[in-house]
């Protein structure tokens, strides 16, 4: 199984963006306020938001005025990850490791020589492709390097050429354009050596589970079901079925706890409030929210309420 996934952060800070400029968005976008910062969706949601907007609205330049608050974000909640950094190198090789061994599942690879590094983002036909997806690498990893004081020489090269990126293009310094793939160079610090051999020590752990989490997450909890989710993965039902049973996995647990996870995620942004968290839910009745907790957590949604979330 593979299910491209990224963080629900790089969704949620565009979803901020977008209620800060008061730019009305369709309601299925809002289910991802509910998630978590880390929480998995799929690889294509932010670019369908980002291209949502990009036909929606009258300002020709929204991604150039989002980018400094999205990217103001991003650092916000990643950018202690780069803290012990002491090189544009070293900077470049945990942005790798943290989005393609941690955050997501990225085609990505690295290319060593003596005396530097480089990052290769593969990407396929334009039509297929997102600019948003070079936009965002490109602009938050040289934000990164700026903000630990290590911007110096940095080679850059773009799939596709300059009219792909439109009125984009003030985002990007010294790079080429027709690339087939986007890259990012840097010059490694003398001694500086095995970026490579350290990766394969460290094996991806996104799991398949996290990836139908991840799944989950793109669906209304009101048509969650085996269906809907083998839909979202690409799947038969019945392959689902098998490839779940095989690491002692149900799909019928992990609706339930989705449902779970979305309604308490509900019920603490409601402040408690049953009526809206159930309507929300896309339940009819309250029962059928309170058979939901007690299921789960042996609480109903006043007692788990008064349990955990103690701000309320």
């Known amino acids: 199984m593979i299910y491209k996934v990224r963080p629900a952060s790089s969704v949620k800070m565009v979803l901020a963006s977008c209620d800060a400029n008061k730019f009305s968005l369709p309601e299925c976008f809002n289910r991802f306020k509910c998630l978590g910062d880390k929480e998995l969706i799929s690889m294509k949601s932010?670019?369908?938001l980002l291209d949502f907007i990009e036909n929606n609205t009258d300002n020709p330049y929204f991604f150039l005025d989002f980018s400094e608050g999205l990217i103001d974000n991003w650092l916000r909640i990643i950018g202690k990850d780069f803290e012990t950094c002491a090189s544009q190198a070293e900077i470049l090789f945990r942005y790798f490791q943290i989005y393609t061994h941690r955050l997501a599942n990225y085609d990505w690879r690295l290319v060593e020589e003596s005396d530097s590094l480089?990052?290769?983002?593969?990407?396929?036909?334009?039509?297929?492709s997102s600019k948003f997806d070079d936009l965002i690498l490109y602009g938050?990893?040289?934000?990164?390097?700026?903000?630990r004081g290590f911007y110096g020489s940095v080679e850059a090269g773009l799939p596709f050429g300059r009219e792909y990126y439109g009125r984009n293009l003030a985002l990007?310094?010294?790079v080429t354009f027709d690339k087939k793939h986007l890259y990012i160079k840097v010059n490694k610090s003398q001694g500086e050596v095995d970026f490579i051999n350290k990766i394969q020590r460290e094996p991806s752990i996104i799991t398949e589970y996290e990836q139908v989490i991840a799944a989950t997450n793109m669906i209304d909890v009101s048509v969650l079901s085996l269906e809907s989710l083998s839909f979202v993965l690409g799947m038969s039902?019945?392959?689902?079925?098998?490839?779940?049973?095989?690491?002692?996995?149900?799909v019928k647990d992990i609706i339930r706890d989705a449902r779970f996870r979305r309604a308490v995620n509900i019920l603490e942004r409601n402040q408690g409030d049953l009526k809206r968290t159930y309507l929300e839910c896309g339940f009819k009745h309250q029962s059928q929210l309170s058979h939901l907790f007690n299921k789960a957590s042996g609480l109903s949604p006043l007692e788990y309420t008064r349990k955990h979330f103690k701000h309320i």
Do not use: C, H, P, W
């Open 118 to 128: 480089m990052l290769i983002a593969n990407r396929g036909l334009e039509f297929v």
């Open 237 to 250: 039902s019945r392959q689902l079925q098998r490839t779940l049973k095989a690491k002692d996995l149900y």
């Open 140 to 147: 938050s990893l040289i934000s990164v390097m700026k903000n």
């Open 172 to 174: 990007f310094e010294n």
């Open 46 to 48: 932010g670019n369908e």
